[in-house]
């Protein structure tokens, strides 16, 4: 298969826009006002997706609400990552039956990763026939094409067809966040970890080209964005497949020189190509969060190999060791799979030892699901359900045992952090490294940097006070 990019055509989008006008006309002429509602469920590529479904349902005349209660069009954006993700929605998704008989009208769409299932769309075709319409991630870009076939000709659509993936540039986003925002630098995922679901519905690598993800970011700052999250299955894989010799580092510099008071961030990071020149890069400029995450998934280098992960345990270690040599105040997170198929009890102990090594501030924890079409569904497992939940619980508490002792030892530490949010009395904060603050103050601070110096931590999340709340509250 070629590895160059396909690039939606401006033409082609602008087609688009015209769909969502005659959606937009459609309401018109029936003289209502009608309601969206998008659920999402999964990482922040399908959050950042969401944002694109939610901006061509507002420029079709939508609004958004946050029920499937009597809106006009529901879309659920699903996650395929493991079984239970996926019984979820099916669940929800039956239950739709029940609020599409009070809203007859109501038109349904499952798109999103499951979309990408051939098990799944076909699923949908035969046994849930009051879903509309199914699309896969490929296929986003034409959502207010398949919502006008939708309502103009009452048939139900399916636009599933497997592809390696294009670009679309310019598909209008309505954000959730003000203050923090994913920037998607890159689409689909070439690694083919023998577990993982992704790279069969999200398609290959694909790179957006630098200077759209600089003016992306540009105008997020001046609009009063203060993260920006750069986001990708594999970043580092990031202008593998671009004419201009960019790689992500490059493209990490040039986004942390540009002005205005900013914090980046991104993910997630393959230890396969997280290099010296990534974490120096990470070191050298003030503006990229001193905050990295990067699955292990196991510990065990003979786990490692059969999981196609192209990096063992001491590889691994290195490379974290030589994050912290450069960047020592280093957050660190990772994801962690339990019970992949013939994990013994030794290679178990491996996991446990390298998580004690490494000292993680948080971790990802997932039992193994075996998903269909992947190498590691039709492996021998011959561990069972009960170990490895065994397993599971003692790796939990590991691990909570030493997020508490990370934590505790914030106490009594200033940090400088970006208050976000009120949580019943309390106000939120986000240090550098992305650990959780709660506080007491004014509301006002929302969007703002403040000192907060560290009284109290829990496995979860600190809290504090505000350095210089006294003089705040006399001015
Ligand atoms: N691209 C990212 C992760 C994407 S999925 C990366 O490579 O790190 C997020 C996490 O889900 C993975 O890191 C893995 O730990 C977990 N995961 C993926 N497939 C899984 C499966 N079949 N069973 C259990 N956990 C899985
Ligand atoms: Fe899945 Fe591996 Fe790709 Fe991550 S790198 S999305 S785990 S195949
Ligand atoms: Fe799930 Fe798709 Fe993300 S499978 S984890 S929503 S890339």
């Given amino acids: 298969m070629s590895n160059k990019t396909t690039v939606i055509s401006k033409e082609l989008l602008e087609q688009q826009f015209e769909y969502c006008d005659k959606v937009a006309a459609y309401w018109r002429e029936r003289e209502t006002a009608p309601k969206a509602y998008v659920e999402t469920y999964g990482c922040q590529q399908n959050e950042a997706d969401s944002e694109k479904i939610r901006g061509y349902l507002t420029q079709s005349g939508y609004t958004i609400t946050d029920t499937a209660e009597g809106a006009d069009v529901v879309v659920m954006n699903t996650c395929a990552i493991r079984e239970h993700a996926e019984q979820r929605v099916f669940g929800n998704l039956g239950a739709l039956v029940h609020t599409k008989r009070r809203h007859p009208g109501q038109k349904i769409f499952l798109c999103g990763c499951m979309a990408g299932e051939e098990i799944v769309s076909t699923r949908i075709k035969n046994s849930y026939h009051h879903v509309d319409g199914v ?160 699955p292990f998934q196991s510990g065990s280098s003979r786990v490692l190999k059969a999981m196609n992960r192209h990096y063992d345990r001491e590889k691994y270690l ?25 994990e013994t009890a030794e290679e178990f102990e491996e996991t446990l030892t390298l998580i004690e090594q490494v000292r993680y501030d ?28 065994r397993r599971f619980d003692r790796l939990c508490a590991l691990q909570n045992r030493i997020s508490e002792e990370i934590h505790a030892a914030y106490v009594g530490k200033t940090m400088r952090c970006l208050v976000d949010g009120q949580d019943g009395d309390h106000l939120t904060a986000r240090t550098e490294g992305g650990r959780l603050v709660r506080f007491a103050g004014d509301g006002a601070l929302i969007g703002t940097y403040q000192n907060i110096t560290i009284t109290g931590s829990t496995t979860w999340s600190l809290t504090g006070k505000m350095q210089n709340a006294e003089c705040r509250m006399q001015s």
């Avoid at 870009?141 to 390696?164: C, T």
């Avoid at 020189?257 to 020149?277: N, V, W, Y």
């Avoid at 450069?326 to 198929?341: H, K």
């Fill in 318 to 342: 290195a490379a974290v060791a030589y994050a912290k040599s450069v960047m020592p105040e280093l957050v660190l997170t990772s994801d962690v799979i339990v019970g992949f198929p013939g």
């Fill in 135 to 294: 699309f896969s991630t490929h296929h986003l870009w034409q959502f207010p094409e398949i919502l006008y076939n939708v309502l103009s000709k009452g048939k139900r659509q399916f636009y599933v067809a497997d592809e390696a993936g294009s670009i679309a540039e310019g598909i209008p986003q309505v954000r959730d966040h003000k203050l923090k925002s994913w920037v998607s630098i890159m689409y689909g995922c070439n690694n083919f970890c023998t577990y993982c679901i992704v790279p069969y519905v999200r398609g290959r690598e694909r790179s957006r080209q630098p200077e759209d993800i600089l003016s992306e970011c540009k105008t997020l700052i001046a609009a009063g964005c203060k993260e920006i999250t750069l986001l990708g299955q594999n970043v580092n894989s990031y202008g593998k497949d671009l004419e201009q010799k960019i790689d992500f580092s490059d493209l990490l510099a040039q986004i942390a020189q540009l002005e205005g008071e900013f914090l980046i961030r991104f993910m997630t990071s393959h230890p396969r190509d997280a290099g010296q020149k990534l974490f120096d890069t990470m070191a050298k400029y003030p503006k990229i969060a001193k905050q990295l995450h990067l």
């Fill in 362 to 389: 948080a971790l990802f924890t997932f039992i193994f699901s075996p998903r269909h079409g992947t190498p590691a569904a039709s492996m021998d497992d011959p561990t069972p359900k009960e170990e490895k939940n």
